[in-house]
């Protein structure tokens, strides 16, 4: 079995290296696939992050009149608990806004020069489980007795939604086209050696050698060309992260998206070389069925 099995490898990586030109087509295809594969992959992540950052934040802000008493405050809490989709309500006093006023602005010293507590409005920050209801908690806040204002972040939000759809929508149709070049030319290469090696496989039938033994070689040249596409879309990646990560961390600035876990390049190399194989293989095999007669 060992020797079999040592046989169809160096069988393959013969076919390989004769013909440089058919390699080079079929590693260069899969590997902008599974570039682009990644590259979607890597979005899409990078938007969920971002869409959990802003809905972990408070998504809804009532600023309150200078005349709204401590019961009236609790009196809005308690209404907000009673939709239970709240999961978290913060009143921030005059004298807190004005910290975190002074800490937002304080390498501008000119803005904070005469600024005072009393200036500022208290507030109500209010976080909801169900971005669904946004809308009707803003509309809750803004009826109730004491409540000057009502800011929400349900635009942020439902635009980074619609983005992350869309996003989602062109990687699923641009990867299916992708997958199918993929196969198709991987079908084209090993089809062209199968009619290159015609009459070695004609030879090899005749001395008796079983249809695995010969399907086998082609179908392992299939699966090497997409490990080695693999790796090269994997290392493309990695570059490509390391280039554009200072531009991203200024313009995401504050929102934990780098470093990125080593577990996530683990799991990245596995699905990369896993679709790699898999491709790679499904292209043979289709062009084995098809062109080998054995």
């Known amino acids: 079995m060992k020797i079999l099995i040592s046989r169809i490898i160096k069988t393959s990586l013969d076919r390989i290296g004769r013909n440089p030109f058919h390699t080079i087509a079929a590693i260069v295809v899969m590997f902008l696939v599974l570039f682009a594969a990644s590259f979607f992959s890597l979005v899409l992540l990078g938007s969920s992050v ?42 921030i006093s005059k004298d807190e806004a004005l910290k975190i006023y002074k800490e937002q602005h304080k390498d501008e010293p000119i803005l904070t020069e005469f600024v005072t507590a009393e200036i500022l409005p208290a507030s109500i920050e209010v976080s909801s489980s169900d971005i669904n209801k946004l809308t009707e908690i803003a509309e809750l806040l803004k009826n109730e ?51 290159l090696h015609k009459d070695e496989i004609e030879i ?23 490990i080695i596409a693999a790796l090269l879309a994997l290392i493309a990646t990695v570059l490509t992260l390391g280039y554009l990560s200072p531009f991203l961390k200024e313009i995401f600035v504050g929102i934990p998206l780098f470093p990125l876990p ?7 190399i596995l699905a990369e070389i896993t679709l790699g194989i898999i491709l790679g293989a499904t292209g043979a095999v289709i062009a084995t069925r098809k062109y080998l007669q054995v």
């Open 204 to 226: 090899m039938a005749l001395v008796g050698a079983s249809p695995f033994y010969i399907r086998a070689p082609f179908i392992l040249e299939g699966a090497i060309y997409g």
């Open 145 to 195: 007795r004491g409540v000057d204002e009502v800011v929400f972040a349900k635009d942020i939000i439902d635009t980074l939604n619609q983005w992350i759809t869309t996003l989602r929508n062109i990687g699923v149709v641009s990867g299916l086209f992708l997958v199918v070049v993929a196969i198709l030319t991987i079908l084209i290469v090993i089809s062209l050696n199968i009619s």
């Open 262 to 268: 080593l577990s996530l390049y683990f799991y990245l």
């Open 50 to 91: 971002v869409l959990t950052y802003f809905e972990s934040k408070p998504q809804v802000t009532a600023f309150l009149t200078d005349d709204v008493s401590t019961a009236e405050v609790e009196n809005i809490k308690n209404e907000l608990l009673k939709t239970g989709t709240v999961t978290d309500i913060k009143y």
